[in-house]
């Protein structure tokens, strides 16, 4: 097999890999911020369920959790089974959401309880507190730990293979169980470290662009 | 008519009673200075009077209306809330600047976003938002002059020394034309060399249309400037006069006590 054809399937690989990482970023980002409103509740039940079901998400493999999402309904109630990649994509985002959850709540305890006084001192509604005043701050502050998460779940995605699904790290892998070669398993390296250098590049420069002003 | 009359104010953070029923008045243009230990309750009045805590009993009156009563306080919104509070302006020690924000946006911000709230409910025009947006830019600009920082307009707290920090969070607090402007400790987290400019701009405040409360524990700043000194202890005002008769002579064992530590630098 040549170097372009084994290139040209594991693109395929890769744009499963990529879908899979896009769409988890756009279910996780939002869920996580429900989720970090939920763990900071004034309501002392729905904290501590909300901090348990984190402590399980973060506490155990992503991998148990993906086949527990394909098999479970399965085994439990002897229902049909989520399409593979749906699977995938509840666990992943799921998982991310969990670990998000947990970067916007260190970040919203972190502003001075002073902006949200001097906010509310200046008459201003909770609402504009929130948008004007502390939001910012927040983002500042999460962006450099939700980098690393971010570049974290490029890798992440190759554990959807568990559940036969055609990403790049198992594409690389049934070529080299079809054809009896090994390289194209260190070639899918190159991809990973690709985007993950695209994302790190990214990053520096939102931390940069975010730089100017210090606190 | 007194500008402000506070009647009974009391206050327990669980269980301990830390206002132990505070009554005082203020005519317009006073300033009024308090003195205290730490720990006698100067923090908490002031966080009264701005709404941060409610209070457990008494009642508040600002020219005439009633902002706050124990005996009758419903549920009240918070769009209410907010209007009893621009009655009061609050400087901190701490200056609570927005970081993120240059010096004039942190003076525009508040002014602006209420203002649009006003403009809202009465549909104006566009012209006259214009209008209205450009002139709380122009109050803005008068403040920071008069605060001596119109040149630093454009620079973000963190470039500026603590004495500038809170040169702006007075022209900050300004901005919103409170009733009475609250001051707690302006001075205390600054350098000793930088407290002279802020109290210096807090002397030029003094007008007679300006209400002022400022604790503070500059003592020669509350006997030069200050109409009234009130002296707390434990959650009382335990002595309240004249600079002269307060600082010249006091009448209460604990505040002579607390003169002689001040002036030995306790
Ligand atoms: N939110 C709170 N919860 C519990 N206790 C509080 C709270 N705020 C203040 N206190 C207590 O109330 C008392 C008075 O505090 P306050 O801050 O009003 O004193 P202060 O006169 O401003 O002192 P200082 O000169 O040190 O600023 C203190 O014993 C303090 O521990
Ligand atoms: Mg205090």
Known sequence: MSFIDVTMQLLDGFKVTMLIFFLTLVGAIPLGLIISFGSMSKLKPLRWLTR?????IRGTPLMLQIIIIFYGPGLIFGAAPLPRLSSVLVAFIVNYAAYFSEIYRGGIESIP????????????????IFFKIVLFQVIKRIVPPMGNEIITLVKDTSLARVVAVVELAKAAQDIVGLKGIIWPT?????????VSGALT???????????YYKG | MSVLEVCNIRKSFGGEEVLKGISFSMERGEVVAIIGSSGSGKTTLLRCLNFLVEPDQGSIVVNGETVYDSETVTNRSEKELRAKRLHFGMVFQSFHLFPQYNVLRNITLAAELREQELLKERKASKEEKKKVMAQVTETAKQLLSQVGLLEKQNAYPCELSGGQQQRVAIARALALNP??????EPTSALDPALTGEVLRVIRGLKSSDRTMIVVTHEMEFARKVADKVIYM??????EMGEPEQVFGTPK?????KFLENAKEGL
């Open chain 1, 52 to 56: 348990t079901v984190v402590w399980i």
């Open chain 1, 113 to 128: 309880v002073g902006q949200y006084e001097a906010g509310q001192v200046l008459g201003m509604t909770k609402t504009q």
């Open chain 1, 186 to 194: 260190f070639y899918i390296g190159a991809f990973y470290l690709l």
């Open chain 1, 201 to 211: 590049l990214l990053f520096a420069r939102i931390e940069k662009k975010l730089d």
């Open chain 2, 179 to 184: 009733d009475i402007l609250c001051f707690d």
């Open chain 2, 233 to 238: 202890a434990d959650g009382v005002i335990e």
């Open chain 2, 252 to 256: 209460s064992e604990k505040l002579r």
